[in-house]
T-cell receptor, first 114, second 111 residues
Framework: KNQVEQSPQSLIILEGKNCTLQ??????????LRWYKQDTGRGPVSLTI?????NTKSNGRYTATLDADTKQSSLHITASQLSDSASYIC?????????????FGAGTRLFVKA | SQTIHQWPATLVQPVGSPLSLECTVE??????LYWYRQAAGRGLQLLFY??????ISSEVPQNLSASRPQDRQFILSSKKLLLSDSGFYLC??????????FGEGSRLTVL
């Protein structure tokens, strides 16, 4: 069964600290993996996208890694800011086209405290 | 540039009343359109998707229906709401890359 599991469920860090969020997937075949940021009560916004051949992708203070062999991905946030408080969702697509096959993780809820 | 609009943002409805959530996309043609529901602590659940006008596919049996009367308009409806229909509903669109672009969401509370 195609699944995406994220850990931890929630995380509290102090402003300025780094953190790493984990994503394990069992989706097959695999086309790409995305990380989305979702502010409370808002729609998710894409942070990074990686295909099978990509190991790392950065977007400002966000760096995603992908190990297609172990089917694991991580999202590293550097020098966290209060505005980073949000849910981070790992999303895996088995095909290039057709978002209807996309599988979502339950998300990691990040709280950044001053 | 492409934009997606979804409304209303918040809705409180009594059990048994009808529902209509509307979503429109601008700046693109023939997009794939989606309705998702998000429960607290759960991943997004795909409810409906559409690859063209009048073409609707349902992923899960439920009390809801969807329609696409125009190329860039997607509507989520119900004739009689249930308590279990409460949740956060998200409209999204995608092109051939498969990347999903989401609306701002609609919070539905059924009392």
């Amino acid at each position: 069964k195609n699944q995406v599991e994220q850990s931890p469920q929630s995380l509290i860090i102090l402003e300025g600290k780094n953190c790493t969020l984990q994503c394990n997937y069992t989706v097959s075949p695999f086309s790409n993996l995305r990380w989305y940021k979702q502010d409370t009560g808002r729609g998710p916004v894409s942070l990074t996208i990686m295909t099978f051949s990509e190991n790392t992708k950065s977007n400002g203070r966000y760096t995603a890694t992908l190990d297609a062999d172990t089917k694991q991905s991580s999202l590293h946030i550097t020098a966290s800011q209060l505005s980073d408080s949000a849910s981070y969702i790992c999303v895996v697509s088995p095909t290039v086209a057709g978002g209807f096959k996309t599988i979502f993780g339950a998300g990691t809820r990040l709280f950044v405290k001053a | 540039s492409q934009t997606i609009h979804q409304w209303p943002a918040t809705l409180v409805q009594p059990v048994g009343s009808p529902l209509s959530l509307e979503c429109t996309v601008e700046g693109t043609s023939n997009p794939n359109l989606y309705w998702y529901r998000q429960a607290a602590g759960r991943g997004l659940q795909l409810l409906f998707y559409s690859v063209g006008i009048g073409q609707i596919s349902s992923e899960v049996p439920q009390n809801l229906s969807a329609s696409r009367p125009q190329d860039r308009q997607f509507i989520l409806s119900s004739k009689k709401l249930l308590l279990s229909d409460s949740g956060f509903y998200l409209c999204a669109w995608s092109e051939n890359t498969g990347e999903l672009f989401f609306g701002e969401g609609s919070r539905l509370t059924v009392l």
